[in-house]
């Protein structure tokens, strides 16, 4: 079992900054893929950023070059930080993990709310 608690939402400008947190626990984190969904309202959930045991990255199209993911495994952390905010990121993000084992697990959820 994994657990998620996610934190660092909030609300901020157009074009501001922010950075979500990700603590997990309850497995050996170095080995979990991480990753970090959003979903708007009246929209699907959608995948913003995944980072795999081994450090590779990838970007929905709508994020790169502004949004970033890392992980430090020594605090069981993954982190997205994000910038050049635009109202279309409005949603409620999730972290999310894959263990070795291709089970899934969720956190909560925390809102980014960015106004125009």
């Known amino acids: 079992q994994v657990q998620l608690v996610g934190s660092g939402g909030g609300l901020v400008q157009a074009g501001g900054s922010l950075r979500l947190s990700c603590a997990a626990s309850g497995s050996i984190f170095s080995t979990n893929t991480m990753a970090w969904h959003r979903q708007a309202p009246g929209k699907q959930r959608e995948l913003v950023a995944r980072?795999?045991?081994?450090?590779?990255?990838n970007y929905a199209d709508s994020v790169k070059g502004r949004f970033t993911i890392s992980r430090d495994n020594n605090k069981n952390t993954v982190y997205l930080q994000m910038n050049s905010l635009k109202p279309e990121d409005t949603a409620v993000y999730y972290c999310?993990?894959?263990?070795?084992?291709?089970?899934?697990?969720w956190g909560q959820g925390t809102q980014v709310t960015v106004s125009s």
């Open positions: 999310a993990a894959r263990d070795i084992w291709l089970r899934d697990y």
């Open positions: 980072i795999s045991s081994g450090g590779s990255t």
